[in-house]
């Protein structure tokens, strides 16, 4: 088992804090989510992103042989390791480790950004205050939101809509879509579906796990060690549902109250 602390920044607090997740984390139920969330995909035409608030929608085009799935969760095989805390899937193109070849997600339509940002450093020589100024300005979305439209994996660096509160993090986005252009290309989109924790308010990569209360999307920009960073975006208003409409990610997950009882409760005792 890793806990990744080198990409990004970490501290002693936060380390304590992901070895408690660790310990309360529900690996069955980590499982039993993904199954459903496998079942219902592969049923469906496409996924849809919805954004709860801004009602910002995308279709993705997931049934593809082109797309490689992750699965970073539930039981370690016997020989086997991951990440830790667990709780996480992603998808990506099957060609993505692969120099010379780009391949896009097939998404397109409209996605927001807000929520929690992670600025992840590649091998390549970079500055901790650079990666810091970076992560300051993408924070801003926790307070505001970006619409951009996107079409077959290609983010539109023009805004369709930035909130005032959210201008720092749009005007660091333009700057790397200007120096890199392959930080317009969404190489991940991933699932978090840790729900036994909270997304700490830092530069922290296990972040990527949050799963608020029925799965968390985000949205993966820049892929190391092509590119000097990778930019995650936690948005946890996103809602991810199938054909029919069916929530899978987001929302909140409806359960019926159970209560152990001696006798039926219509006879009075």
Not at 29 to 57: G, H, M, R
């Amino acid at each position: 088992m890793t806990l990744p602390c080198s990409s990004s920044e970490i501290d002693l607090e936060s380390i304590k804090y992901y070895l408690e997740v660790m310990e309360r984390t529900d690996l069955d139920s980590q499982q039993e989510w993904t199954n459903n969330f496998f079942a219902i995909s592969e049923k469906s035409k496409y996924l849809k992103f919805v954004d709860s608030e801004t009602k910002t929608e995308a279709i993705f085009h997931h049934m593809s042989d082109e797309y490689e799935w992750f699965e970073q969760l539930g039981m370690i095989p016997w020989g086997g390791q991951q990440f830790v805390p667990s709780g996480e899937i992603s998808v990506f193109s099957l060609f993505h480790n692969h120099p010379g070849i780009v391949k896009h997600i097939n998404i397109s339509g409209e996605i927001t950004f807000s929520g929690y940002s992670i600025v992840n450093s590649g091998k390549p020589s970079f500055l901790a205050e650079d990666r810091e100024r970076i992560y300051s300005k993408l924070s801003s979305l926790m307070k505001g939101k970006i619409i951009f439209e996107i079409n077959e994996g290609r983010l539109n660096p023009k805004a369709v809509y930035c909130d005032k509160e959210a201008q720092d993090a749009y005007d660091i986005l333009k700057n790397l879509f200007e120096i890199e252009s392959r930080y317009k290309l969404l190489w991940e989109i991933g699932f978090g579906s840790n729900t036994n924790m909270q997304a700490i308010e830092a530069n922290r990569t296990p972040n990527e796990i949050y799963g608020h209360r029925n799965g968390c999307v985000h949205w993966g920009l820049g892929l190391t060690p092509r590119t000097q960073y990778h930019l995650d975006i936690i948005c946890p208003n996103t809602l991810v549902m199938d054909d029919q409409g069916t929530v899978i990610v987001g929302g909140e997950k409806k359960t019926m109250k159970r209560t152990s009882a001696q006798g039926c409760p219509c006879i009075a005792a």
